[in-house]
């Protein structure tokens, strides 16, 4: 009952970062899954209200779709979304925890440090980037840090770059998805209450986002969110050692 009730809690506030920054559900769901169940079955879990809420997410914004962007950048990361959720399937969950954690950290200290800022990737090094950010959505779940500084390569707007964004998210879902109910299905269905849960959260979370979180200044946001990744990222760190349960 309260790591339903938790569940619930995060998606709404998953879903509302995420209407905001392109990225968040994967961040803060997975760890609390993972606090639960083993971290793989926490990212395959946690990828159907990921899909769902990147879903509604992607049809309130799709007509700012970049669509010459979607086609390229999108198909590398797919490819890598699909690749990641294969090693998913075979990896070990204390290494599988250890790499989420780091990731995090990394995405917390980039945005203190002002690396993001200052991230610009173009030509075949966007591509590249686009194939590792859906190779560590498929892995670990989390991709939204490292597709966000790639698409700041491009000469996007921001309703184009949000929207586009969000559906490379979705495409990267879609490889990812079928790897993850083949390997873990059985497993993902006596999660499927929190999963539901999740579903409802996050879309309502979505939904209030732009209304509530938008009134925050930009950089009291930007910084909260580091804070709460950076947190997040070192709990992974000690549960990947042992340290804590």
């Known amino acids: 009952m309260l790591f339903d009730a938790l569940v619930a809690l995060v998606g709404i506030i998953a879903g509302g970062i995420a209407s905001l920054t392109g990225f968040g559900i994967g961040s803060l769901l997975t760890p609390l899954f993972a606090y639960r169940v083993a971290t793989k079955l926490a990212v395959a879990a946690v990828s159907i209200p990921h899909f769902a809420a990147t879903a509604y997410r992607f049809w309130l914004l799709r007509k700012s779709v970049d669509r010459r962007t979607l086609i390229s950048f999108g198909i590398t990361s797919a490819a890598g979304g699909l690749v990641g959720a294969l ?14 954690g780091v990731i995090l950290v990394f995405v917390s200290l980039s945005e203190f440090t002002g690396l993001v800022q200052r991230m610009r990737f173009s030509g075949p090094i966007a591509w590249l980037a686009g194939a590792v950010s859906g190779l560590l959505g498929g892995l670990v779940g989390n991709q939204g840090g490292i597709r966000s500084a790639a698409l700041l390569g491009f000469d996007l707007n921001k309703e184009a770059f949000v929207a586009t964004a969000t559906a490379i998210g979705v495409v990267v879902d879609f490889a990812r998805m079928p790897v993850y109910i083949i390997t873990e299905g059985r497993d993902l269905l006596s999660l499927w209450l929190p999963i539901a849960i999740a579903i409802v959260a996050t879309i309502v979370g979505t939904t209030l986002g732009k209304r509530y979180l938008v009134r925050l200044p930009q950089r009291v946001f930007r910084q909260t969110v580091a804070s709460l990744l950076l947190l997040l990222g070192a709990y992974m760190l000690l549960k990947g050692f042992g340290l804590v349960l």
């Open 87 to 100: 090693l998913n399937a075979y990896s070990s969950n204390p290494a599988l925890t250890l790499t989420f």
